[in-house]
DNA sequence: ATTTGTGCAAATCGTTTGCATCTGA
DNA sequence: TCAGATGCAAACGATTTGCACAAAT
């Protein structure tokens, strides 16, 4: 049983309890997996993170965690509004940290999302939405390429 | 060989000459099946399909095709420029045939997309690309929900 | 005749689920 | 204690691929 690994990890980070608190408030148990993958998602700036790349983050930093769960977590966080699911293409999803209003660029050589400076992109002349229908969000995709 | 079937349909048809050069401007054999799938792709307006559903549709026209084939030849259209695929969710890929420069609505619920009038829309205030990097097409899907 | 396309079934990829076990409050 | 979380492996849906066969030029 490797928990006790963990354990030390986590009780070491000096904000386990913010994050603790930051679950608890959204409504999820702070457990070890979820406070470990909190830690690796919101302690390093935005990120953009498939399910797949976080799973192999938290086996190289030796959190014991399956892949199911990873799915199960980045899921609960995107419902609690801590993260944001990012639609760019058709396979892969890509979960956003940073969860306030902005748009993203993709460089579609190498599958990477980046977030658009938050002050720019202005969206006008929105065509009414069909009958009985409301706007729930306006995503805007920068496709981007390497210069010819 | 319900070959013989297929053929009646294709040579019923008053645009397919017009397809056939459709196909070889774009570099691909007129093949009895790219044929039919584009027949059933370009002569009804602009859709959004998918290959299941256009897999289906094909089925019932008693147009035998398998789905490999329509995956294969909706991505040698998509290459072609003659479609235009459209990421909106990470799971089903949309195929447009509308190739010109507009935007989409999509209706989470009913999983469907539609075109956003292409008047509509302005996108400004675009920043500046990263280095090396130049804009390959800018994306708006307005995600759109029941009114409350 | 040669090249290219097609069908099928099996393989793959990302993701989800069922269920027995474990853990946090 | 005991609802809720986790791990595992199997299930899953969408898509791709390998290869023998068929059709187009």
Known sequence: MPYADMDKLAEAECDTVQLGDKLRDAGLRPTR???SLAHLLFSKG???VSAEALHEEAIIARIPVSLA???NTLHQFNEAGLLRAVAVESSKTYFDTNTSDHHHFF????????????SHITVS????PPQGMEVAR?????RLRAKS
């Open 125 to 128: 002349d929105l065509p009414e």
């Open 107 to 118: 460089i579609e050589e190498e599958n990477r999302v980046v977030d658009v400076p938050a």
């Open 138 to 142: 306006v995503d805007v995709i920068v």
């Open 69 to 71: 769960t990873v799915y």
């Open 33 to 35: 997996q979820r406070l």
């Open 46 to 48: 935005n990120r953009h």
